[in-house]
């Protein structure tokens, strides 16, 4: 066991100095001096030019540029932006915001998709599974924004049932409305996934064997069915991670979450090498570790699952 | 020039713009002389600054919006453009070169620490001898130097202390609207605490002017809080209870939080909101004309464009031959006015139909064709007209429709050209390698045409994009500052723009205007001519 995580990790150092390099390189192609964009329609002076250049390491060739940054992050130093403020403050300031979202996100998805997913299943060809359907294949074919705005018209600003949008401090409160949008992008394959993963599993003999027993339904359901069911339910919750990553960049952007999307989003914009680097390179150590404790986690639901040295 | 806030955090300059419908935003203008002061705090949709907030390294509006509550400069902008004295008590000179500045008495920062000639000398001082601050050209571009030379050191200005209230300045050329420049950003003064760490005080700023940080300060990426400053005295009195700058990542977020009266001054609607805000803001909602000049800009390196006589024909063809009216109606729903000259009609001194060769901004499609013509047959054309934006500041919409017009009316080939980000649309440009007619704005620091005409077309000026340099305007601009009076320079300014329609190093497009709204919950918001809220005249009830 104890291998097996040291050897997954192990596996997660080329991940990063392959991530970080080609995300380098890639900001570092984008044609254009950054000096310029400070300036707006201004042309600034050739010293000026140069000053600015040597205090961003803008003059250096771009294997020494990824050196020296990547000497600075082995020392837990993520670099500062070109506004001089440090990327780990930022980062300290950001992710927490960011994960409560997800997390919350996770629940409502959870909760919400396990829930209609197992009476889908059981009661499959029913009303209830038939509305599920309807419901999960409109919302799944909506792009995330366009949920976001629509919810926040609708409950933001005409209804006023939550604050439109989330700013200074992001409350629980206010995070649950984006948050349901959030979940709202992997409801629907959470509810697939469980009712196939139900319906398979309920004709198993175990299950048979287990009513024959004279087991009530209160105690074969969440015990022997549900808990059988949610091994693929728990892989694609891994997957789901990095969309609902990517989707919070669009979500924050909307509700105004100060998360690590929404500085992202503004760092791109800006051009901020050092910014854009950092928060990626953190932003795929992240998946990799949420990777990992997923598969360990498959032991736990299933123990004919052993991991090998 | 200022580089303008969230949407233009996208990308330079995607300044907003619009016209005159409906003049100034409330019933009493704003001004309650001095009567009974709110106590409520007022929230702001604010962006955060991409520097530190110093004066001198402070480029963009949301930096410098903080920085204008938190400084006194020597002299303020009201509404109209029209300035007066906030920490002087004089500015005078008799050659408009030597300059003497009088400081009113017993200013203090916030800090308790006294403004004196030394706080601003020193400022300059070190702003001109840095030279990775942005705005570091203004004083090098400005004022005279020691000695003659720039030698880069910490006391190259010609600046000199007479007095703890009395200093002297030198200037480079005669100046005679130099009181004008400033109430900009960057003349600020700064207290000794800032010499002692910069960086901190990037981050906690201490001024003089009508506030100071709150006890809760920046808090980065989520708000900035200001209170009433009690050692101010000057002229700008805060009228409400503290400012509170919220940060929102895009101006939609900002916008449904005003609907809800979660956010009390947005000052600059999404486009996306541009048709509907006035239904949903009624008499809240702000339209007025601003400081702002659009244009594109042909560098004479652009083959058939020099600034010969078949360049002029091509340059005056391409003019006549955008309609301006059917684009600011159609795709700025009105929001904007065509140009009508190189200047801004909200700055004194406006009179296009003073100006000879004006009717150049006029569409036409047969005089287009027409000087079309006669350029060929100096040399025939070929290829395809192309006009360069950077895709990542909304702009493809108004640039399609122009080179259609253009396409239309000259019968030629005529596309955008889309850049994917600013930077590298700023690097062609300023490397001359771009081979394309470009997007270029303006957004005036000062209200005063030479902030524009010197910037943009006096020859080696710093924003001399389009490489222009003709002695005879540079001689009228040189007349023009000179001028002892308003009047005089309007008339040396005006006489100057003559030359750029005839050369048309760019080609003037439409005027800006700020479209913003405010929330049920304060009353006196007024909009100045630079587009922003004058902020310390809102008043808000707890």
Known sequence: MIWYIVRRLLQGIPVFFGSTFIIFSMVFLTPGNPVLRMFGDRTPAPEQIAALEAKFHLDQPFLTRYFLYLGDILQGNLGTTYAGQSVNEILARTFPTTLRLALLAVVIQLAVGVLAGLISGLRKGGLFDNVTLLVTLVIISMPVFVLAFVAQWIFGIQLGWFRPTVGAGAPWSDLLLPAIVLAGLNMAYVVR????????????????????????????????????????????????????????????????????????????????????????TILVIVYVLVNIAIDLLYGVLDPRIRYVK | MRISRIAAAAGGVAIATALVLSGCATDNGGNNGGGSASTGVVNVA??????????????????????????????????????????????????????????????????????????????????????????????????????????????????????????????????ADFPVALGYTVFFPLPDAFFDDPDAFGDAPIGNGPYKLGKDGWVHGESLSLVPNDTYTGPRKAQNGGLNFKVYATLDAAYADLLSDNVDI????????????????????????????????????????????????????????????EITDVIFQGTRTPAEDFTSPVIAGFDPSSIEGSDVLDYDVAKAKELWAQADKISPWSGTFQLAYNADGGHQEWVDATVNSIKNSLGIDAVGLPYPDFKGLRTEVNDRTIKAAFRTGWQFD?????????????????????????????????????????????????????????????????????????????????????????????????
Do not use: C
């Open chain 2, 46 to 175: 604010w962006s955060e600054p991409e520097n530190p907030l110093i004066p001198a390294n402070t480029n963009e509006v949301n930096g410098g919006q903080v920085l204008n509550q938190l400084f006194a400069g020597l002299v303020y902008y009201k509404a109209d453009g029209s300035w007066d004295y906030d920490a002087a008590e004089s500015i005078e000179s008799d050659d408009f070169i030597n300059w003497t500045i009088k400081l009113k008495p017993d200013q203090k920062f916030s800090d308790g620490t006294p403004v004196t000639a030394e706080s601003f000398v020193k400022a300059w001082q070190w702003a001109a001898s840095n030279p990775d601050l942005l705005n570091q050209w203004w004083f090098i571009d400005a004022i005279a130097f020691k000695g003659g030379t720039y030698d880069g050191g910490e006391n190259t200005l010609a600046l000199d202390v007479v007095d703890d209230t009395t200093f002297t300045v030198e200037l480079a050329d005669a100046r």
């Open chain 2, 446 to 542: 000062f209200p005063s045409d030479a902030n524009i005409l010197g910037a943009l077309y006096v020859t080696g000026s710093g924003s001399n994009d389009a490489d222009y340099s003709n002695p005879e305007f540079d001689k009228l601009f040189r007349a023009g500052l000179a001028s002892p009076t308003q009047e005089e320079q309007s008339k040396n300014f005006n006489e100057a723009q003559k030359y750029l329609f005839e050369d048309l190093p760019a080609i003037p497009l439409w005027y800006g205007a700020v479209t913003a709204g405010y929330s049920k919950l304060v009353e006196d918001v007024e909009y100045g001519w630079d587009s922003w809220p004058l902020l310390y005249q809102v008043t808000k009830s707890e």
């Open chain 1, 193 to 280: 996934l469980t009712r196939a993963s139900v319906i398979e599993t309920s004709q198993n003999d175990f299950v048979r064997m287990a009513y024959g027993k004279g087991l009530s339904r209160g105690r074969v359901i969440p015990v022997h069915i549900l808990r059988n069911s949610m091994i693929p339910v728990t892989t694609n919750l891994a997957a789901d991670f990095g969309i609902l990553i990517v989707g919070a960049t669009v979500t924050e952007g909307i509700f105004n979450v100060p998360g690590v999307g929404n500085e992202l989003f503004k760092a791109i914009n800006r051009g901020d090498t050092p910014e854009i680097v950092s928060i990626v």
């Open chain 2, 266 to 325: 947005v000052d600059s609607v999404p486009t996306s909101q541009l048709a509907t805000f006035k239904d949903d803001l009624g008499d809240r909602a702000v339209e007025q004309a601003t400081a702002v000049f659009q244009s594109f800009t042909i560098q004479p390196t652009l083959e058939h464009f020099g600034y010969d006589e078949e360049g002029k024909l091509r340059r005056a063809a391409i003019s006549h031959a955008i309609d301006r009216k």
